[in-house]
């Protein structure tokens, strides 16, 4: 077998180092803070415009579930004689 001096992807630990040195470096010269000030919506309308793009890119993930509210749960057909009509029901 050859060398595996152009591995790509997953693969690619020498990528993986140089991106963990660049992002150590980005945090310890105190640039986060600006970074997240400068990405932070200029208007409710563009916080808005981010939301949106959020939800569309979420429903295109493969592992993460959509962001869609389920329904509350329905009364069950058979009522439980044990609960009374007195108790509040737990939501």
Do not use: C, W
């Not at 690619?12 to 640039?31: D, L, M, P, V, W």
């Not at 200029?42 to 793009?53: G, I, L, V």
């Not at 389920?70 to 007195?86: G, L, V």
């Amino acid at each position: 077998m050859g060398t595996k001096q152009n591995v790509y992807g997953e693969g690619n630990y020498e990528a993986t180092r140089q991106y963990n040195a660049s992002t150590k470096k980005f945090i310890e010269a105190g640039k986060v803070e600006k970074a997240a000030r400068d990405a932070a919506p200029n208007s409710p309308e563009e916080a808005t415009q981010m939301k949106q793009a959020e939800q569309a890119a979420l429903l295109r993930a493969k592992d993460s579930p959509p962001p869609v509210k389920e329904p509350p749960p329905a009364d069950p057909a058979i009522k439980d004689p044990a609960r009374t009509e007195s108790k509040p029901r737990a939501s």
